[in-house]
Nanobody
Framework: QLQLVESGGGLVQPGGSLRLSCTAS????????IGWFRQAPGKEREGVVC????????HYADSVKGRFASSRDNVKNTVFLDMTSLKPEDTAIYFC??????????????????????WGQGTQVTVSS
């Protein structure tokens, strides 16, 4: 059974950094693209980044470009989201999700939730002084 578990959330001051992890099990991890999404209170869920499985091609939302970086360890079945220069508006529950894109070009990496099949439970990130 496909399972995704996020970890690493917490409280951080504005300008600080945080690393989130998404650990997967129950499927062939290196056949799947992983997406990070977030949902702030009272707002719709939005895409943050998509990372492909082999060349680690990434596609970031404009709101996080230059501040967030995603990477993956296909041996440990884990994807990371390194968040720097955090702002209060980054406060949200962060989710990772998986979708099999191995039949699509490696440069195809949508950050739209309708493209992702399986989801984790999320981890809370709060940016506040």
């Amino acid at each position: 059974q496909l399972q995704l578990v996020e970890s690493g959330g917490g409280l951080v001051q504005p300008g600080g950094s945080l690393r989130l992890s998404c650990t997967a099990s129950g499927f062939t991890f290196d056949d799947y693209a992983i997406g990070w999404f977030r949902q702030a209170p009272g707002k719709e869920r939005e895409g943050v980044v998509c990372i492909r499985e082999r060349l680690e091609f990434t596609h970031y939302a404009d709101s996080v470009k230059g501040r967030f970086a995603s990477s993956r360890d296909n041996v440990k079945n884990t994807v990371f989201l390194d968040m720097t220069s955090l702002k209060p508006e980054d406060t949200a529950i962060y989710f990772c999700a998986a979708t099999p894109l191995y039949r699509r070009p490696q440069t195809y990496c949508p950050i739209s939730q309708r493209n992702f099949d399986s989801w984790g439970q999320g981890t809370q990130v709060t940016v506040s002084s």
